[in-house]
């Protein structure tokens, strides 16, 4: 079970999970994971990142990747607005792996400040702490992302495969082919991962689940549920 709730702008999901996998997608945030227990792997175009009992990882924008949970697995996993990662004057936080009790319990007391609705300022505050924190540890831990990192072009998920072929003029397989050798992602799965974003925005706004589903497109209610808790593990009614 997975529950859902935004304290301002910061988004929190927690989850119970013994089974699940996450189809391949981005953020376009930051995201930090936080493993109370259980284990989480991480899977990159080339590497895996496995994250264990009280540890945290912290991945960048637009990096593309997948997770899978195969066992009892308790986590939180934060979504940060960019801004509050990316201060003037320092090194950008890259993709990496934590394992050092005093950086976890401040992630745990960071944890509690969002979830308490404190001041964005007070947030921000202890975001610079982290920033002193990471640049203290050891180059080891840090996940060479430069060569994962892809550009997400943005398409019209309403149009077929057929249509932004044509408009690429190239054929249906050729731009297929390419899109994925480019961007990470096949067409079909950054359609999917676009219209799971905003079907959880219209959800915010009130909208009913089979209105978000004739909305965007979807065959029927089912397929729109089966997509949904694939990117999201859980169902549009209850994160609603």
Request: positive net charge.
């Amino acid at each position: 079970m997975v529950s859902y709730k935004k304290y301002l702008d910061i988004e929190v999901f927690e989850g119970e999970l013994s089974n699940h996998q996450y189809p391949w997608h981005y953020h376009t945030c930051y995201t930090i994971i936080l493993v109370e227990k259980g284990l989480i792997i991480y899977e990159f175009e080339n590497q895996k990142v496995e994250v264990y009992e009280k540890e945290v990882f912290i991945i960048e924008p637009f990096l593309i990747h997948r997770n899978k949970i195969s066992q009892q697995t308790i986590y939180t996993a934060i979504f940060l607005p960019n801004e509050y990662l990316e201060f003037k004057g320092k090194n950008k936080i890259l993709t990496q792996i934590i394992r050092f009790q005093n950086i976890v319990d401040w992630f745990i007391g960071l944890l509690h400040k969002i979830k308490q609705n404190e001041h964005n300022k007070a947030v921000c505050t202890s975001l610079v702490e982290l920033q002193a924190f990471i640049e203290k540890i050891p180059q080891k831990h840090i996940f060479d992302s430069q060569s994962h990192r892809k550009i997400i072009p943005e398409i019209d998920c309403d149009l077929s495969i057929n249509e932004l072929s044509k408009k690429a003029h190239m054929s249906k397989f050729h731009f297929q082919r390419k899109f994925k050798q480019y961007n990470g992602l096949t067409v079909g799965q950054l359609k999917q991962q676009e219209k799971t974003i905003r079907a959880k925005i219209l959800l915010e706004k009130g909208k009913l689940s089979t209105d978000v589903a004739h909305e965007l497109g979807f065959f029927d209610q089912s397929h729109f549920i089966k997509y949904f808790k694939k990117m999201w593990a859980t169902t549009p009614k209850n994160f609603k």
